[in-house]
């Protein structure tokens, strides 16, 4: 009886735990976020209703607009965490997309999900991470 390899949950890959970690850990930013947002959006509300020159009403639409920045963000990371996990089952993960080298493990420990290796995003400082 010899065990099945598929039955394994568990990624031999430290850079696949990583990207799951960094996965878990933007959607808990995501959710807890959103439920910043929400609560602010309910004290805007509720600041207008009261009075609609309250100074409150001005530092609650800051938050908010940091709030929606900070979201949209997280959302963008996430995609990004997704589609290194979808390379990761092509076996293409860890090779920079541009210039095709095997990206240097620690750049990948601190950001997982990057496409590029360090030169290459040197280069191209538009680009994220
Ligand atoms: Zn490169």
Same mark, same amino acid.
């Given at each position: 009886m010899d065990p099945d @390899?598929?039955?394994?949950?568990?990624? @031999?890959?430290p850079s696949g735990e990583a990207l799951t970690a960094e996965r878990e850990r933007t959607v808990g930013l995501i959710d807890a976020l959103t439920a910043r947002l929400a609560a602010v959006i309910d004290a805007t509300a509720d600041a207008a209703a009261d009075?609609?020159?309250?100074p409150e009403g001005s530092t609650l639409a800051v938050e908010r607009g940091q709030l929606v920045a900070q979201v949209e963000r997280s959302r963008v990371r996430l995609d990004e965490i997704d589609a290194a996990l979808l390379r990761m089952g092509e076996g293409?993960?860890?090779?920079?997309?541009?210039?095709g080298v095997a990206i240097d493990p620690e750049r990948l420990e601190v950001l @997982?999900?990057?496409?590029?290796?360090v030169g290459c995003a040197a280069r191209h400082p538009a680009r994220r991470w």
């Open positions: @390899p598929d039955d394994l949950d568990v990624s @031999p890959n009075d609609e020159h309250d293409s993960y860890g090779r920079c997309e541009t210039c @997982p999900a990057t496409r590029q290796c």
